[in-house]
């Protein structure tokens, strides 16, 4: 008799509630992909089987969350799940002052508007997209900071999503400290393929930027994520609690802006938190214009309260090594049968790199692209792209923006696919390897003005 060769880790958490899967079939989807035009955002949900097109917002809650909801105190101020949530942000957060908002944009947005003037610079580990778009609208721009080696994606360093501290301290020497807005400093950089930053490198980023009177802004929407990769990847840290990494994290910030819709275990929401009683005020006043009173932020009370408590499960040591668990099961088995894939493995998605996986697709006939499509058609599987076409055409010059790198992104919504469906990508994946030789690339019929990626029509090149 064989042995079993080890002992598996199986999800943390019994099914409750299930919703149905719909299996189609192979002509089926030839022709949905070909009405949603090859772009995998313009497919129906119902038409898809795994869908790992984004981890936002797409939690699966738990019975304690849904409990929570019924508990929902619908009152326009002042409402209990208000309370709730801002003891819980400042028990796992430790900032003093929390502001709720709809998702994180709305906190990005008022943090830009409050701290930026026309003309500042906002330097950051790599830019996210709404992040960077508040800075600008709010007149300043963005200086990406990060480490070289988070641009390149064979590199197998463990932080690559750290702050290169001496490109920043060569801005600061360029333009001065008052010309910098704050800093933002992103946990697990998503743009990045979810690559986390060390704790030292936050005590760092604190020391130089105390030395010059520039405040910190954590994006804390994976900072959970983050915590994990510290405990086992920082020395000194592996005795840690997720929650007591969490909190020394943000010990060296000023403020988060945080989307609830990822780490919380929530499908909508989002918050400013800081320490500062001015900034505070601001917030508080600007919050009403833009989202609504300070106590519900654009949210329902029932979302707080779903938010409060997610805040809490998030950061539960068995809940948080099954959520990167999953991911990194995926991965590895993609790399033991040799697929090409970003390393190491992030936190919240396995990014297939399409420039290695189809090497005769030209870049201008959209690698990435057409593996997402094929994907789908193979298996019912959605995927996003992040290549070509989702870096847009440079403003001044109408031309294509060449991104290095050409990579379809497998997105892992927490709690809500098993181990098996993983299997199932994994195998898809694989048969897509299998006949690689004969994929073709597509053209481009339509492309519309603005963030292109989201509706851009495809036909497949004969
Ligand atoms: C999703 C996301 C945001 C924006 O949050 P929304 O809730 O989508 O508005 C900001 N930063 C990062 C890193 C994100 O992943």
Known sequence: MQKLEKRSWAEPFKIKVVEPLRMTTREYRERALKEAGYNTFLLRSRDVYID????????AMSDNQWAGMMLGDEAYAGSENFYHLEAMVQQYYG?????????????????????IKPGDYVPGNMYFTTTRLHQELAGGTFVDVIVDAAHDPEDLGPFKGNIDLEKLAKLIDRVGSKRIAYVTAAATVNMAGGQPISMQNLRELRELTNRHNIKVVLDATRAIENAWFIKQREAGYEQHSIAQILREMCSYTDACTMSGKKD???????????????????????????????TYGGLAGRDLEAMARGI???????????????????GERLLSIGIPIVQPIGGHAIFLDAKRFLPQVKQLEFPAQTLAAELYLESGI?????GIVSAG???????????????????FPRRVYTQAHCDVVTEAV??????????????????PKYLRFFQTRFEKLK
Do not use: C, W
């Not at 275990?265 to 989202?291: Q, S």
């Not at 959605?382 to 992040?386: D, G, V, Y």
């Open 52 to 59: 790992l097109l984004t981890d936002s917002g797409t939690n």
């Open 95 to 115: 900032y003093k002052y929390l502001v709720p908002t709809h998702q994180g944009r709305g906190a990005e947005h008022l943090i830009s508007q409050i701290l």
């Open 264 to 294: 919380l275990l929530v499908n909508i929401g989002g918050f400013l938190a800081l320490n500062d009683d001015e900034i505070f005020e601001e917030a508080r006043n600007l919050v009403v214009v833009y989202e609504g009173l300070h």
């Open 312 to 330: 809490e499960e998030a950061v539960q040591e068995d809940h948080i090594r099954a959520r990167i668990g999953q991911v990194e099961y995926v």
């Open 382 to 386: 959605r995927t996003m792209e992040r």
């Open 393 to 411: 055409r440079n403003a001044e010059t109408g031309e294509h923006n060449f991104p290095k790198l050409e990579l379809v992104r497998l997105t």
């Open 430 to 447: 694989e048969a897509v390897h299998d006949r690689r030789e004969e994929i073709r690339g597509m053209e481009m019929v339509y492309e």
